[in-house]
């Protein structure tokens, strides 16, 4: 085996780590992607003898390589932060291919995902590399240019938002499916009553339509009811799925996946829920690869 060939199979063997960071940096499955594959073309152009340490130098490009890319977002992203729902992670109920589970390991919920968004990149990346895969803080200060106090602190502020915003999702599986399936029944009862039980009095429900169809940001269990009575059509087409390892449901017709939905349940109601419709991001779901369908 030449050289190249050695460092590719090496490289190969990070890849679902390095999927998992750029996934929690950036939200965007295609982004994480291309930050991967930035990264092998800086390593392929490095001489590897003089890495020490390859698994630590390759954490540090491509979280290089995502801080740039967060740092250069465009201003539409930013404008419709409140509307903007994280590329969702869908598997098999029983948990996926070993690639999904690197990539949802550690409960990382859309709902989570959500508030990373609305961190600076510094912060986000000083949080990321130290809560979700324990880089010390001397590892990720010159990442971001900073002393390791300073990352420290960042890390810090993130945390303390991460807190604050993202509701700690119930442990249990079963219990989680539970209230979603609740939900969707009392949907296709049109059971006004029954919605609202199931649901958090603080609920909010966050749907991304992208450009082809209108968002929308609804907060408090009643009119969340209201706006889900209208799933109840939906109902012959919903599938459970696991979506950031998360109950979740996929709502498709043959191959065609209408929408992606995530939900956050902490004792027994349902907290958040995170709706992707976009057509344009939902073209490369296949129901039938996804689900067996």
Not at 2 to 28: I, K, N, T
Not at 65 to 70: A, F, G, H, Y
Not at 140 to 169: C, K, M, N, T
Request: glycine share 6%.
């Amino acid at each position: 085996m030449d050289e190249q060939s050695w460092l590719a199979e090496r490289f190969e063997e990070h890849r679902p780590r390095l999927r998992a960071v750029g996934y929690r940096m950036l939200g965007s499955l295609s982004e994480a992607d291309d930050a991967v594959q930035e990264t092998w073309l800086r390593l392929s152009r490095t001489d590897a003898s003089e890495i020490a340490n390859l698994g630590g130098w390759l954490t540090t490009v491509v979280s290089r390589v995502c801080l740039n890319l967060l740092r250069s977002r465009t201003t539409r992203r930013e404008e419709s932060l409140d509307l903007h729902v994280p590329d969702p992670i869908v598997s098999h109920e029983d948990g996926g291919d070993p690639e999904q589970r690197a990539l949802v390991a550690d409960a990382v919920g859309l709902a989570l995902m959500v508030v990373l968004d609305t961190l600076a990149p510094a912060e986000r990346l000083a949080f990321v590399l130290h809560d979700t895969f324990a880089l010390p803080f001397e590892e990720i200060a010159p990442v971001i240019e900073r002393s390791p106090a300073a990352a420290r602190q960042l890390a810090s502020r993130a945390r303390r938002r991460v807190r604050g915003a993202a509701p700690p999702s119930d442990p249990d599986p079963g219990r989680q499916r539970a209230a979603v399936d609740a939900f969707f029944a009392a949907a296709r009862d049109a059971n006004f009553d029954a919605l609202v039980t199931v649901l958090a009095p603080d609920v909010v429900l966050r749907a991304d339509g992208g450009t082809a169809r209108p968002g929308a940001l609804i907060h408090g269990a009643r009119e969340v009811s209201r706006q889900a009575l209208t799933y109840g059509r939906l109902a012959p087409y919903v599938r459970p799925a696991r979506v950031n390892g998360a109950a979740g449901v996929v709502v498709a017709t043959g191959e065609r996946v209408l929408s992606v939905m995530g939900f956050t349940v902490a004792e027994g109601k349902i907290v958040t829920i995170e709706v992707l419709m976009d057509p344009d991001r939902l073209a490369g779901f296949n129901a039938a690869l996804l689900l067996d369908a």
